[in-house]
């Protein structure tokens, strides 16, 4: 299939952006990328006439919760541990099989159908083979992991004894992780709060039996968060952690807000990423991380929306351009400019999940993990230059713009046409679910 668009975002090494340009598919990959003048003779290729419109990576985000999608709403006005203790903790307990496959599913049609192709998603306590099935059915590209608990002070019912834990982690991490090629496993102990200084420890040496899989954890979210970490362990989160074995190369921590100079260096030294998400941090008034910070020190970081009650959406353009805009009243204008986010937003969250060899940029070689946006509606990007197709779509850009998701170049959302599941049903079996899951909390 060959696909015709306006401008090609390639997100390359060389930050190439091609005007008038096409993308040839073959078996899912990108085959070759290039001006539509250079292109041969297209035989009888399937032909996407998208030549109005840009083509850009699909959106990556690697700290996701599918679980609480249905939550959204909910938990408004809150701080986090306030937030996890009087309703999202009561809610995941009382989540069945099926309240969280409608939550599951809630999630991903709105992350397709806002150009996110690939996320680390969190998972939650029970039933985490619902989410790996929905996952699997969607197309969508992703790690995921069953949420790991072995402590909860601030609700103990939602909690697992540590062997159970472990044991069930292995057998989940052994039955997914790439059975479905585009399906890895993202080992997820939830933070240091909620996990034995035994299960961090044994879930680090467990990921280095599952190659290419991931450490994926919440961190220096919050400062009561910290200053109890502080209290339990005599360290600081980030310290504590590493004596944990947590921080690898493999490691993604989402939030990263509260760090000391040592912590940051700590976190550079063990090459693991940060997933910033804005909107959460100031929704539950968690803080702003110090990402422009990051970014000079090295550190890998990416672009999460996090979970639909602390967001509340799933936009990976509403997180990107707020992750924008917050840091400069604080750090400048120059800071966090419209292509760093969008770096931040594609390859860079990429190689937060080990994966940029093979998605994150339009490239050859590359999965044919594209989307294709619409940036005409007012004047988004008239001004023709690279800058503007950044700000067009970064500062201007929505999800109603997107027109088309692909992934391993499969189309799995197109507007108006096509979703993964009929949002009318799913609205209505979710008013259901939630009524009956309120009965259980
Ligand atoms: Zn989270």
Excluded at 37 to 57: F, H, V, Y
Excluded at 174 to 198: D, Q, T, V, W
């Amino acid at each position: 299939m060959i696909v015709f668009a306006k401008n090609i975002i390639t997100m390359d090494a060389g930050r190439r952006i091609i005007r008038d340009g096409y993308i040839r598919i073959t078996d899912g990959v990108i085959s070759s990328v290039g001006e539509r003048s250079s292109l041969g003779d297209t035989g009888n290729e399937q032909i996407l006439d998208a030549s109005g419109l840009t083509l850009l990576p699909g959106f990556i985000q690697p700290h996701i919760h599918l679980c609480q999608t249905l939550f959204r709403g909910m938990a408004d006005n809150l701080e986090l541990l306030d937030w996890l203790q009087l309703r999202i903790f009561p809610y995941e307990n009382a989540h069945s099989k099926s309240s969280l496959r409608v939550s599951a599913r809630l999630g991903i049609n709105e992350l397709l159908k806002g150009g996110t192709t690939t996320i680390l998603d969190m998972g939650t306590l029970r039933h985490q083979e619902v989410i790996f099935e929905e996952l699997t059915a969607s197309g969508m590209r992703a790690f995921a992991g069953k949420c790991m608990m072995d402590e909860n002070t601030l609700y103990p019912a939602f909690r697992n004894d540590t062997r159970a834990e472990m044991e069930e982690t292995y057998s989940l991490a052994k039955e997914f992780h790439f059975k479905n090629p585009r399906i890895g496993y993202g080992f997820a102990p939830r933070f240091a709060l909620s996990c034995s200084n035994a299960l961090l420890k044994e879930t680090a040496e467990l990921q280095k039996d599952f190659p290419e899989s991931i450490l994926h954890t919440h961190a220096s979210e919050n400062k009561s968060e910290i200053e109890e970490v502080r209290r339990r362990y005599g360290k600081e989160n980030i310290d504590y952690l590493d004596s944990t074995g947590m921080l690898t190369g493999k490691s993604v921590l989402a939030h990263c807000i509260h760090l000391n100079d040592n912590e940051i260096k700590t976190l550079k030294e063990r090459n693991s990423a940060v997933c910033h998400c804005p909107s959460s941090n100031l929704k539950l008034s968690s803080g702003i991380a110090n990402i422009p910070r990051y970014l000079k020190e090295g550190i890998k970081v990416s672009i999460g929306a996090d979970g639909a009650p602390c967001n509340n959406n799933l936009s990976a353009l509403i997180e990107g351009r707020l992750a924008a805009l917050i840091q400069k009243p604080l750090h400048g204008p120059l800071s966090m400019d419209a292509f760093t986010v969008l770096k931040l937003m594609t390859i860079d969250g990429a190689a937060a999940l080990g994966i940029d060899g093979v998605t994150g940029s339009i490239e050859t070689g590359k999965k044919a993990d594209f989307i294709l946006i619409n940036l005409n509606t007012y004047n988004k990007s008239v001004y023709d230059s690279d800058e503007s197709i950044y700000s067009g779509l970064i500062y201007s850009g929505g999800d109603a713009d997107v027109e088309f998701t692909f992934v391993d170049g499969n189309c799995v959302y197109q507007k108006d046409v096509k979703e993964v599941y009929d949002q009318a049903e799913l609205l209505s079996e979710a008013k259901m679910e939630l009524k009956s899951l309120l009965n259980r909390v």
